[in-house]
């Protein structure tokens, strides 16, 4: 007998719960405007079924004496009722009175939706600015991150001017291109969340112009480190060396191609990382007497 009644009860409470997520979907969706356009439809078809109501003995009337209601009082007492006041100058009589109910309960449920939403509203904004600190914060984190690997180049740069470099620092440069990588692959996350952000705060873009000419910078001074290490015949290009490099160089690539599908970008920024990738794929390319 219990299985029978688990077999019926349950079905029901699975399509109550489809149910109900539909209708969230549906309230999710509608707009202020909307709401208060659904509302004052509801008040004038709720005047309307105050004066029309074919019910016996259903009607509107005043207590102050014998005046003939219109169906302009009808709608006016229906905006009374759904905002709930009640001044008493109208009262229903017999079936109306059950409209009346209705009336108040709906026009409460749509206050609940109002408030929930503008709740909402205040939280995304709360969330999208917290979010935004956040973002900066990485950002400016990567910037650093770029910037002190510029600063080892620069350093191993001066090592091989002054011939000081040792030929297992040039074949082990990898180490340094790792670091670089690291830091595009965190790039490209903070770039494909700001894509699909829809908060209402957003990052600010012109932190995305910056990030993106720290990694052009970060590339022109691999180039420099390159051409001053076959200026001296150093035999940079190993496996493991050009492999880093290239990985460096898809990830730009990537975060490139992500650049430029956001709004409000910098096209000159875009085209300057464009033209040193050009250079950094000729670099990368094996000698042709491997």
């Not at 409470?13 to 149910?19: A, E, P, S, T, Y």
């Not at 004052?40 to 102050?64: D, E, M, S």
């Not at 759904?82 to 059950?98: C, E, L, M, Q």
């Not at 493991?240 to 990985?247: D, F, K, T, Y």
Request: net charge neutral; charged share 25%.
């Amino acid at each position: 007998m219990e299985k029978k009644l688990d077999n019926l009860v349950n079905p029901l409470v699975r399509q109550l719960k489809k149910n109900e997520a539909t209708l969230h979907k549906i309230i999710d969706r509608l707009s202020f405007p909307q709401i208060f356009i659904i509302y004052i439809i509801f008040i004038i078809i709720g005047g309307f079924a105050f004066y029309y109501n074919p019910f016996p003995g259903a009607a509107l009337k005043a207590p102050a004496g014998n005046v003939d209601l219109t169906i302009g009082d009808a709608v006016y007492f229906s905006f009374i009722a759904a905002t709930s006041t009640g001044f008493g100058d109208i009262v229903p009589v017999g079936a109306n009175r059950f409209i009346a109910i209705f009336e108040v309960t709906f026009a409460l449920f749509l206050f609940a939706i109002i408030t929930s939403k503008l709740i909402g509203y205040k939280q995304d904004l709360i969330l999208g600015e917290l979010i935004q600190i956040t973002s900066n914060e990485r950002i400016q984190r990567l910037r650093s991150a770029l910037l002190l690997f510029r600063t080892n180049l620069v350093s191993t740069l001066a090592s091989v001017d002054d011939g000081s470099i040792k030929k297992r620092e040039v074949q082990e440069i990898w180490h340094y291109f790792n670091q670089l990588e690291s830091a595009q692959s965190e790039i490209k996350e903070v770039i494909a969340q700001f894509k699909k952000s829809e908060l209402v705060v957003s990052s600010d873009p012109v932190q995305f112009q910056v990030l993106i000419s720290s990694v052009r910078q970060s590339f022109d001074r691999i180039l420099e480190l390159i051409n001053h290490l076959e200026a001296q015949n150093h035999k940079w290009k190993t496996d493991q060396n050009r492999i880093a490099l290239e990985n460096c160089y898809l990830h730009a690539k990537s975060i490139l191609e992500n650049y430029l599908s956001l709004e409000h970008i910098e096209a000159k920024v875009a085209a300057d990382l464009e033209k040193v990738l050009k250079d950094v794929e000729n670099v990368i390319k094996p000698d042709k007497t491997e």
